[in-house]
């Protein structure tokens, strides 16, 4: 089952009861100090006035569709997200974990923040996920990763399935022996994994989406197969997407009318049976759920 509620996140934590959550992802703004923006493009046959060549010659023409934004600037940021990090903790099963995703911005800062608040010896690690996409900088090193703080709410009792670990290839396959090979080894805290590319059909239109294999495996090692999982900085979804593809509930929260629209269209049942849109309260107050069965 996957709920989208759209709310401020502050209030639906304080509505939620303890230990309501097995697992916790969010990927909140990174404090940009800038808008936010992503413009769907989409091209239409035109002979006269095309602006580009596509296969046998043909013309098209690009037109803008419809924007995504949101602003990514704030005075007091660690003021910001310091009451959701404490409800985040709160809500955790006492063998959940949460994860921070942040950019080289603010992670130091909001590490600093999360050991106060879950004690230093519940940081278990900084994974960083690196990428090779976009411009280079010729006046200083590329930025090509983020980091990932994993912090449990019980450092000594936490969920964590090795088995369910996806393996990597060997860089030197001769040197282990063919049995090792074929098995990859263990990934390192280093995640090496794409961006969502312009022309995935993964690609939802929301200007900082993260590509779905990146959950997965968070999903798939730090939670079981009906557990509940919370992304309350929800964007396009994406924790819920992992989540529906191995067998876990996900509740998803924003503010932003404009991504909740868009997991409403990527959760949308099948066409004869449109989910259900209903009024309920958290903590209090009146928030829109949609609620949309995995397919």
């Not at 969010?26 to 602006?51: K, M």
Request: aromatic share 10%.
């Amino acid at each position: 089952m996957i709920d989208i509620v759209h709310n401020d996140n502050l209030r639906f934590l304080q509505g939620c009861g303890d230990g309501s959550f097995n697992l916790v992802y969010i990927d909140p703004p990174f404090n940009t100090g800038a808008s936010r923006a992503h413009t769907r493009l989409r091209t239409v046959r035109d002979e006269q006035e095309g602006d580009r060549t596509g296969f046998g010659g043909r013309r098209y023409r690009t037109e803008a569709g419809t924007r995504t934004s949101y602003e990514d600037a704030f005075d007091d940021y660690l003021g910001f997200l310091e009451p959701r990090m404490v409800e985040a903790r709160r809500v955790l099963a006492p063998d959940g974990s949460l994860f921070v995703h942040l950019d080289a911005r603010e992670v130091h800062y909001v590490k600093v923040l999360l050991d106060r608040i879950f004690g230093r010896e519940s940081f278990m690690n900084e994974i960083i996920w690196a990428y090779d996409y976009g411009g280079r900088s010729k006046r200083r090193w590329p930025a090509k990763h983020d980091s990932i703080l994993w912090y449990a709410r019980d450092p000594a009792h936490y969920t964590f399935n090795y088995e369910a670990i996806d393996r990597v290839p060997y860089m030197a396959p001769g040197l282990v022996g063919p049995e090792k090979a074929a098995r990859g080894k263990t990934p390192t805290d280093v995640w090496w994994h794409t961006i969502v590319p312009t022309n995935s059909s993964e690609r939802t239109g929301y200007p900082t989406q993260k590509p779905v294999g990146l959950l997965e495996r968070i999903v798939r090692v730090h939670s079981r197969p009906g557990d509940r999982l919370l992304d309350f900085f929800a964007g396009s979804g994406t924790l819920g997407e992992a989540a529906r593809r191995h067998g876990r509930a996900c509740t998803l929260v924003d503010s932003n009318p404009a991504a909740v629209e868009i997991m409403r269209r990527r959760f949308a049942a099948p066409a004869n049976t449109p989910p259900p849109t209903v009024q309920v309260g958290a903590a209090g107050r009146s928030a829109t759920v949609a609620k949309g069965e995995p397919k």
